[in-house]
């Protein structure tokens, strides 16, 4: 099915375990982006990506970790889970339009969970 | 540096009458301006960008925002609420001029339509 597929949807674990969340897209879109989104922040960007193998920091970006092998995949690693990374993770991703009017189209999200 | 303020974290609306959700924006130059809205457990879905051109612009489900650039505002409006409206709104900016592709979000508004 064309879209953009989020897994795992719920993940519980526990402090200084390491967790990947992985984002999939089928339209090879060159920009994917990750958020994280938490009651009074908003959404706030942690990596982003222009291309595969192009990866840069986003406005949170401590304790996670990003690659891009592949244009479709753009999977988010927490190398040490803590509490503070308790929250609902969106992907993302959009086209490149000449115009930079491109449109960021979301997963459903991945309610992670540090106990 | 661009910047986008959401001043109200809810909004309480009667079913049938018209709404508004506040956006007010900063960039140094023209804005690229754009709404979505996430409904609960989901993603967030596009509703409108303004680009260029008329201020006033049509998206998703009857909604409609006017670009207001003396006022830097870019509010949201639809003439009739229905209690399906009900859900988070979200405000973003890009300034193309910066160079960046990636827009600013505002913390989101709550919309509550009360049948």
């Known amino acids: 099915d064309a879209g953009i597929t989020q897994s795992p949807r719920y993940k519980i674990t526990e402090t200084g375990r390491q967790v990947t969340l992985m984002c999939h897209q089928t339209?090879?879109?060159?920009?994917m982006f990750w958020y994280r989104q938490d009651l009074g922040h908003g959404l706030r960007l942690i990596y982003y990506?222009?291309?595969?193998?192009?990866?840069d920091k986003g406005e949170v970006p401590d304790g996670y970790v990003v690659s891009r092998s592949k244009t479709e995949n753009f999977p988010l690693t927490l190398e040490s889970a803590t509490r503070s990374q308790t929250s609902v993770y969106f992907c993302?991703?959009?086209?490149?339009?000449?115009?930079?009017?491109?449109?960021?189209?979301f997963g459903a999200g991945s309610r992670l969970t540090v106990l | 540096a661009q910047s986008v303020a959401q001043p109200e974290d809810q909004v309480n609306v009667a079913e049938g009458n018209p709404l508004t959700v506040k956006c007010t924006y900063s960039?140094?130059?023209?804005?690229?301006l754009f709404w979505y809205v996430q409904y609960p457990n989901r993603g967030l879905q596009f509703l409108l960008k303004?680009?260029?051109?008329?201020?006033l612009v049509k998206g998703s489900y009857g909604f409609e925002a006017e670009f207001n650039k003396s006022q830097t505002s870019f509010h949201l409006k639809k003439p009739s609420a229905l209690v399906s409206d009900s859900a988070l709104y979200f405000c973003a900016v890009r300034d193309p001029s910066g160079g960046s592709y990636i827009p600013t979000f505002g913390r989101g508004t709550s919309l509550i339509v009360h049948p």
């Open positions: 960039v140094s130059g023209n804005p690229y």
């Open positions: 339209w090879s879109h060159s920009y």
């Open positions: 303004y680009i260029t051109g008329d201020n």
């Open positions: 993302a991703s959009s086209e490149y339009l000449l115009s930079g009017a491109n449109v960021l189209t």
């Open positions: 990506s222009a291309a595969a193998d192009i990866t």
